[in-house]
């Protein structure tokens, strides 16, 4: 029973890792580039959402929080990572780390470095009970879920829409997308918008589940990269099951060791990075 606690609850931990990773992985597939203010970003939003909540409530500060985050990232992409790409691989690393550092010394100056958490009433605690010594959270349920369709819904909209459509063409081919009247920088700017909504569910949920503080950006790249790394580049399902292979592997070293935790997570990463490279479920060309 305690293993298999633990291997449930590495799952429900996993589908977090996902959430947070799927943003990262769908501007990886469009743009071929690594957002290494992913993290900060998720962070921001937690923050944001702390803030508004004070003065309304929970959820509408949430509803009110996501569209900007997609707002925010659509208008740094026209504004900035545009002109960025054309420039090389290593200008928009240098523009993210940037945004890095900006996020965190601004949420350094407003928030302090204090540790800070969203308060989620009754459902922080809540918990289903599945057998007399397992029982599943309610909030770590419904991040799994979350995790789960918002995959769904990104890979329907890559799939079944024109606009998704575009976007596919222009990451097989940018030339050729230009060729038959697809903007690309509009369809860069719109990745960026999806993946910084992802970061902002990610980093709200993450609040809601611990605590945080504005320099645990980076921990949360960290995580996010071994996700889509361990599913492959730019595949969005393989990232589902990067976050859930990354999150069983921290919880199964956690069982054997409180200190193992995030150093197995660690050590299956680079094993997999060394047996299968190119990932657990890699991208195919024009999928």
Do not use: C
């Not at 690594?34 to 409530?57: E, K, M, P, W």
């Not at 990572?81 to 420039?87: P, R, Y």
């Not at 601004?106 to 009433?121: A, G, N």
């Not at 419904?142 to 890559?158: E, M, P, R, S, W």
């Amino acid at each position: 029973m305690v293993w298999t606690n633990a291997l449930l609850q590495g799952l429900l931990t996993g589908g977090l890792y996902a959430l947070l990773a799927s943003g990262l992985s769908l501007v990886f597939g469009v743009m071929r580039i690594v957002n290494l203010a992913h993290g900060d970003f998720s962070i921001l939003a937690a923050f944001l959402v702390l803030t508004v909540a004070g003065q309304s409530n929970l959820w509408l500060g949430t509803i009110a929080i996501l569209p900007v985050m997609a707002l925010l990232g659509y208008s740094l992409q026209r504004s900035l990572l545009n002109k960025s790409i054309s420039m090389g691989v290593l200008s928009p690393l240098l523009i993210t780390f940037a945004f890095s550092i900006i996020i965190q010394n601004v949420l350094l100056k407003v928030f302090s470095s204090d540790t800070r958490s969203i308060q989620t009433d009754s459902l922080g605690s809540s918990s289903i009970k599945i057998t007399d010594s397992i029982y599943i959270g309610l909030l770590p349920l419904l991040t799994f879920a979350i995790g789960v369709l918002l995959t769904l819904a990104i890979h329907f909209y890559l799939m079944r829409t024109r606009g998704g459509r575009a976007m596919r063409a222009t990451s097989d081919d940018p030339t050729a997308a230009e060729l038959v009247g697809i903007n690309n920088r509009h369809i860069y700017g719109l990745a960026t918008g999806i993946g910084l909504f992802a970061a902002g569910i990610a980093g709200i949920l993450f609040g809601m589940r611990t605590q945080f503080s504005p320099s645990l950006g980076p921990i949360a790249l960290i995580f996010a990269f071994e996700a889509v790394i361990i599913g492959g580049l730019g595949s969005l399902w393989g990232t589902l099951l990067g976050g859930i292979v990354l999150g069983v592997a921290q919880s199964i070293g956690a069982q054997i060791n409180p200190a193992y935790g995030v150093l197995t997570g660690h050590i299956v990463f680079i094993l997999i990075l060394l047996i299968r490279p190119q990932g657990l479920l890699p991208k195919q060309r024009g999928k």
